[in-house]
């Protein structure tokens, strides 16, 4: 099957206005005839169920928590890039358009990426005229502040909670839409199956989380905002309830699974503490603007860093990549830091943690400044490990981050099932290999606010849709298998829990297909990955009432749809020979360490194909053409 990413004619610059002018319409009195289901209602979902509902769509929405301003968006702490270039320092949507291709490896497609940076500056208007309160300077103007990966400053914020205020403005438009009739707003509802009837995504499957009933739902497209699956490693920084379950019972159902192997690493999280821990706390990339990166030159230095003079510190970051220093993106910062912590270098009880130190800043700056630039992260910092990052050095480790893979869309975000259309962090579509920090929440809402209501009513207006009730056999089918699924976990009666299953998924992925990957660590997770999957389902426990909230046997449905995804990560991870961005492939890498791609063999997007539970899938490959940039190899230097 050729897989065809639609990608319109023309110059790069001209190709999305020409699109939405090419695209079919819904006329005004029209669109209430439409119903359209959004799964999840974080930025990517809200700020497309507010579009949709304001152009008088038929809206239901979907989540799993008992609020949409519980997802995991409202945890983004750092910022969101637009190229309003107010700093005057050089930025335009080329130069985003740029950075983001090189900094996801050359492995993002560029059509898709030139039209992010289009709809960057949109954005910003949209979110302020929302009543985003994000930072300004002196003179009233936007600040901003800069991330890695780029020589200009571009990163809006608000403090260190932009998500969350991001996510406010999404929710109250979206609420204004519940308000006026336009949307009808189902939380604690997850969905469990989607349901295809004739070749088109017809509706879903979910299940109420307070009563435990199956409900159907029928609609005439169904839009993913369901998040990434960074949890399938059991720590991360991600929000504890992010899972995979919607897109992999979706690519169950015959969605592709886009580069599951490329998952992203933040270099600056609070280490790993011990086991007792559920999740990882990240601090925010923006530190990186002020904080210096460090660990001592001898690795027998057991002194407290306050001890340890400047001429025996090695600002390592600084020292190899002096264009970007300590902002060079992530997966760079990530590697260096377990590199020194390998040779032994590396701070704290565990040796795995490096410095991130602010006392030039302070003394630079002033106490005041950097509390107001990155107050509520050192009170987090604080909070958590029990000393004060405005006297000490942080320490800091990587830790899973964000996942750049996801369900395979072509440039309207539908996937290669008819009306199903997949946004935000669920899709694969804008960061290649490995994602800019702030560029989420710029994708998220630039599929939400102003990709999604075009591509939709493209979709709509050119295809037609035969009557399907929820009583149709497609609808009973898909709750009988969800039924199937659920009566499956209730009758094991091992004595594991869904989270000591989980731990060990989530080790063994740590281990195998974390930040260094080899031939051998791959084929034995491959190994090892099935023998899981056959110990949870003999040894797995839930406890409770199946009709009532039961958080275990949530919990088991989600561990469950990772021991089968793992698989096809761990797959992705060893066909692609080559190291790129977040993917490092020890066997593939330049003389210095950096990750060495192999653009002759694997230029493309891997879209996996199910075929059964323990099956190997069916790869396709989208080939990626580069027009306008010429893959190199990646320099920070
Ligand atoms: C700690 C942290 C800080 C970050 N900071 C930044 C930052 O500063 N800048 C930046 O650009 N990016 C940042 N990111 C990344 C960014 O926050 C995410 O990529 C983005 O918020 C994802 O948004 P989303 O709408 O795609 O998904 P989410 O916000 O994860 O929303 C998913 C939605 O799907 C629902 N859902 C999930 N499964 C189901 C199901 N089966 N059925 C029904 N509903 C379901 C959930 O209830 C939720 O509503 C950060 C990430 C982390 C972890």
New binding site residues.
Partial sequence: MRLDPKTPGGPLAEKWDRHKFDSKLVNPANRRKYTVII???????ASAASSLGELGYNVKT????DS?RR???I??????NAAKNYQNDGDSIQRLFYDTIKGGDYRAREANVFRLAQLSVNIIDQCVAQGVPFAREYGGLLDNRSFGGAQVSRTFYARGQ??QQLLLGAYQSMMRQVDKGTVQMLPN???LDLVIVGGQARGIV?RNLITGALERHAAHAVLL????YGTAYYLS??AVN??V??AWRAHKRGAFFANPCYTQIHPTCIPVSGTHQSKLT?M?ESLRNDGRVWVPKRGDDTRPPQQIPEEERDYYLERKYPSFGNLVPRDVASRNAKGVCDEGRGVGESGLAVYLDFTDAIKRLGRPVIEGRYGNLFDMYRKITDEDPYTLPMRIYPAI??TMGGLWVDYNLMSNVAGLHV????NFSDHGANRL??????Q?LADGYFVIPYTLANYLGGSLFPAVTTEHDAFREAENSVQARIDLMLRAKGTDTPRQLHRRLGQLLWDQVGMARSEQGLRDALTEIPRLREAFWQNLSVPGDPNNLNKNLEYAGRVADYLEFAEVLALDALHRTESCGGHFREESQTPDGEALRDDANFSYVSAWEFTGVGVKPELHKEPLNFEYVNPSQRSYK
């Fill in positions: 799964v999840g209602t974080g930025l990517a979902g979907f989540c799993i928590h949409p997802a995991h968006s945890a983004a702490q750092g910022g969101i932009t998500g509802r997850e969905m979910c905002c369901t998040g990434g920084t991600n992010s899972n379950t919607a990240l925010s981050h964000y946004l935000g962090e669920a920090g702030a560029s989420a929440l710029m998220g």
